[in-house]
């Protein structure tokens, strides 16, 4: 599986937007970008997923680089609640499901 | 909302004793993983089960660990003997099938284990 580069550590202010940037230089074109994170204490949810094209949910917003090389989650409006790793992760088509987990970037929310 | 069980919550007990940790997953979930989190770090998968059968233990110390999916619903994971650096978080998570391209894994809040 193809590896996900991410800083370790980012901090926002409350209520102001977040971008959390992902390197994926060597992706290859049967691999979906996933984003989980992971709170406090608690097991890693589901943030959002794609492949091309730029995707937005009700947690997030996921922005694709158009050679998808890179990738960029984006909180619109941080909260404390946001306060988590994330954690970037490639998953080919073809894979079973198996999500290889990196360091993630820890997000430091102050209010 | 549907949720992963997972019990017990937290685990003490001493090295070379056996413990065994137990998950039920989403309820009509066919895929059950198992992942370990040592502190600090990202979750690595232990095990994956398909329905009953293993798909992927490639990760799994089987000289202590075992991984059961008897009636491919709940799932027992169990260490014997316990040795001090396998002190860390078991999750475990489930998705409706293989999820290669839905990628949307549950995961239950985990047991931590601390060894003495």
């Known amino acids: 599986d193809a590896k996900t580069t991410q800083p370790n550590s980012m901090e926002s202010n409350e209520e102001e937007p977040v971008h959390l940037p992902c390197n994926h230089s060597t992706i290859s074109g049967t691999d979906y970008i996933h984003w989980y994170r992971q709170l406090p204490s608690q097991g890693p949810e589901y943030v959002i997923h794609g492949l091309t094209s730029n995707v937005n949910n009700r947690m997030a917003s996921l922005a694709i680089a158009e050679d998808r090389k890179s990738s960029t989650l984006i909180l619109h409006r941080a909260t404390l609640r946001d306060a988590a790793v994330y954690y970037c992760?490639?998953?080919?088509?073809?894979?079973?499901?198996?999500?290889?987990f990196g360091q993630g970037t820890t997000l430091q929310v102050k209010p | 909302e549907a949720e992963v069980a997972q019990s017990p919550r937290y685990k003490i007990t001493e090295k070379s004793q056996a413990v065994a940790f137990w998950c039920d997953p989403i309820s009509g979930h066919a895929t059950l993983y198992w992942y370990r989190q040592i502190l600090g770090q990202g979750p690595e998968l232990l095990v994956q089960?398909?329905?009953?059968?293993?798909?992927?233990d490639s990760q799994l110390p089987k000289d202590r660990f075992s991984a059961e999916r008897l009636k491919g619903v709940d799932s027992t994971l169990k260490i014997q003997p316990a040795e001090l650096g396998d002190s860390a978080m078991y999750l475990c998570a489930s998705s409706l099938r293989l999820a290669g391209v839905s990628g949307e894994l549950f995961f239950g809040e985990g047991s931590r284990l601390t060894v003495l």
């Open positions: 992760i490639l998953l080919s088509s073809s894979n079973t499901g198996k999500l290889i």
């Open positions: 089960f398909q329905d009953e059968s293993v798909v992927d």
